[in-house]
């Protein structure tokens, strides 16, 4: 590779928002050279292993302000973005490049043939058609505005690169350089800590019951305003499925505050309140008062859950519904409302992870993706302080952001940088 060689737009990240980016650009604007830069030397990887490798590409909610909801941070800035580009657009756009996507009964969506090297394949054949250039092993090391507007950026194979539109693109994890590249430009980084996440709990209440799910539980964590319902998965470490997911992504920031040490309140019944539960229970205890109590569950538990949660409130195997006490009468609805659990710590989803934090959003004008901060320079994907939850909503926050930033950067450099092509 040559020594200052020139782009019209650069991008650093070959990644979802990057690629994106990269092919709205050329696309725009053929005139441009565009390259992207991609540190290690795997292009769209984290896209690959998305979804357990089927990759979960957006969520079939196509209103852009229900859309917006499902984002613990950046729900109000995404608003506008998704009213140019949402999950409509993206399968669309995958589906003309001969890759159809289905929705599965929760709304995610897959390509149909669930192979995440589908979605990666047609952005990679679409970024080779459209001439753009990609440097892989080659990360962006340092960047520096130059007079007269423009950059000046230092790869880490030691070469240096001018450019008139540069973007950021490289990721949320904790140790990306691209925080320290954005706030050597002048912005602010939102502290990143992890969001998406399972919980550690060792207690007797669910040992031996991995595999088990409620499909309608409500979860919080007392003394914050932390609490989400869905389904609830018991693991062999502690609690998984969508109801801790969903917290552990709106309470991401206070749960890391907290040091992932914290009490759990589980209500196994769907939300019912411990008054409605003690009133089906003495109507069972009426109608079915020869049966054992930890026979079948008069709320559809699994019965091993059933059996234990009977065990906590004091209720022996053997024991029938008619001598229930007052004690366990008072105690089983406790146990099945509101019942404590530790939280000792936490690990993440393999499925899909992510981190919350990022660069600050108030720098960033949501209509361009330009920093407010530094003219010329453009934001997206998970570098910027949003996620999403699990489902699909990371990906297209990663399209959407990286659709307006390619066409901002292709319509405002109006023509192609004269001097030495690059790459
Ligand atoms: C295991 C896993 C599964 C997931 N599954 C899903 C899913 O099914 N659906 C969903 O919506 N979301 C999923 N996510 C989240 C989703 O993948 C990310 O939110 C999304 O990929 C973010 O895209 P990005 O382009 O912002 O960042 P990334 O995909 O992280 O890409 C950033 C790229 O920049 C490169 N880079 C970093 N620094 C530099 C530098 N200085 N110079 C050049 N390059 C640099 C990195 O090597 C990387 O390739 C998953 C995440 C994980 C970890």
Redesign the pocket.
């Known amino acids: 590779m040559n020594e200052s060689l020139k782009a019209d737009v650069v991008i ?7 690629f994106f980016a990269a092919v709205t650009c050329a696309e725009a604007n053929p005139l441009l050279r565009v390259v992207l ?4 030397p795997e292009l ?4 690959t ?3 357990g490798g089927r ?4 969520h079939a909610c196509f209103d852009p302000d229900a859309l917006c909801s499902f984002y613990p941070r950046g729900s109000r800035e995404l608003r506008g973005p998704f009213h140019k580009w949402q999950p409509r657009d993206t399968v669309a756009w995958f589906e003309i490049r001969g890759v159809p996507i289905k929705a599965e009964s929760d709304g995610r969506m897959f390509p149909v043939s669930n192979k995440s090297t589908d979605i990666t394949g047609a952005l990679i054949s679409e970024a080779k058609r459209l001439g753009v250039n990609i440097w892989t092993s ?4 340092t960047v520096r505005n130059q007079e007269g507007g423009g950059f000046r950026l230092v790869l880490s194979n030691g070469s240096e690169l001018t450019c008139e539109k540069l973007m950021l ?5 904790q140790n ?3 925080f320290d ?1 954005a706030a050597s430009l002048g912005h602010t980084i939102v502290d990143p800590v992890p969001s998406l996440f399972t919980f550690h709990v060792d207690d007797p209440r669910i040992a031996g019951l991995p595999g088990i799910s409620v499909p309608d539980a409500v979860v919080s964590v007392p003394g914050t305003k932390l609490k989400q319902t869905g389904p609830l998965l018991i693991t062999h470490w502690g609690l998984s499925g969508p109801a801790v997911l969903k917290l552990s992504a709106w309470g991401g920031r206070i749960l890391c505050d907290l040091d992932y040490t914290f009490p759990l309140q589980i209500n196994w019944v769907g939300g019912q309140t411990t008054g409605q539960v003690t009133e089906a229970l003495r109507n069972f205890r009426k109608q079915q008062g020869a049966r054992t109590v930890t026979g079948p569950s008069p709320f559809g538990l699994v019965s091993r859950l059933w059996g234990s949660l009977c065990g906590a409130a004091g209720i022996e195997p053997e024991v029938n519904w008619a001598t229930l006490t007052a004690g366990q009468l008072d105690a089983l609805p406790r146990e099945l409302c509101e019942g404590e659990y530790r939280v000792t710590g936490k690990s993440l989803f ?5 981190t919350c934090g990022g660069v600050k959003l108030k720098e960033v004008d949501f209509r361009t993706l330009e920093s407010k901060v530094c003219p010329g320079l453009y934001f ?4 910027l302080d949003i996620d ?1 939850v699990t ?8 399209w959407t952001t ?1 659709r307006l930033a390619g066409l901002a950067m292709a319509d405002e450099t109006k023509e192609a940088t004269p001097g030495r092509a690059a790459g």
């Not at 830069?37 to 290690?40: C, F, I």
């Open positions: 650093a990240g070959g990644g979802a928002a990057g830069l991609e540190k290690s769209l990887a984290k896209v292993i998305s979804g990759c979960n590409v957006t080659c990360g962006l090391k693109a490289t990721g949320g994890n990306s350089s691209g590249l393999k499925e899909e992870f992510v997206g994907g998970e570098l999403g489902g699909g909503f990371n990906l297209q926050a990663a990286g």
